[in-house]
């Protein structure tokens, strides 16, 4: 019986990681969505990887074996699949940073008792797009970052709403030997 279960276990495990897969994404260029103009720019990661789980539902930066991102640029971000748009898989993720405010005393005038809390602003939101080819071969990378103007109360675009990042699937590079077979 115990043989039947970690046999059982074993191709579960063999199974679920079958139905991921992971590709090896390369940087292109830049291009400005507003003026259409086009720069050969340094983004902070020239290639990446990425993950689609099956059936695509989701995907994420990872390693070349699959497994998550925990840092970087890219850390640990999950993007919801949002359905299909203009022929494309369209991908998102949110990002809310948020901020305490100052502690604020507020009285009780029926007991006579103070109480304190530190109210929790949103300081920052950006939403990441992945925009996918159906062939998943191309990658439009775009990020809107919102600010608010204090002026004038209203939305304003950041530099980065504009800018699409295009990636394209490519072989990753081989790895290096491991090393000399003799040592001297």
Do not use: H
Not at 128 to 148: A, E, M, V
């Amino acid at each position: 019986m115990k043989k039947f279960l970690i046999t059982v276990g074993l191709m579960l495990a063999l199974v679920s990681g079958v139905f991921a897969q992971t590709y090896y994404y390369k940087y292109v260029e830049t291009v400005n969505a507003e003026t259409g103009a086009r720069s050969k720019g340094s983004p902070e990661y020239e290639t990446m990887y990425i993950t689609f789980p099956n059936p695509i539902k989701s995907c994420y930066f990872s390693d070349e074996k699959g497994i998550q991102a925990k840092s970087g640029t890219f850390g640990e971000k999950i993007f919801k699949y949002m359905g299909e748009q203009n022929n494309l898989f369209t991908f998102l993720y949110n990002e809310i940073s948020t901020v305490s405010g100052m502690m604020q005393a507020n009285p009780n005038f029926a007991t006579g008792t103070w109480s304190f809390d530190t109210p929790t602003y949103v300081s920052d939101k950006k939403d990441y797009y992945l925009y996918f080819s159906k062939d998943l071969k191309r990658i439009n990378y775009r990020i809107y970052y919102p600010t608010f103007s204090s002026e004038k109360g209203s939305r304003s675009t950041a530099y980065w709403d504009n800018m699409i990042l295009i990636y394209e699937r490519t072989e990753p590079p081989r790895s290096p030997d491991k090393g000399p077979s003799t040592f001297y």
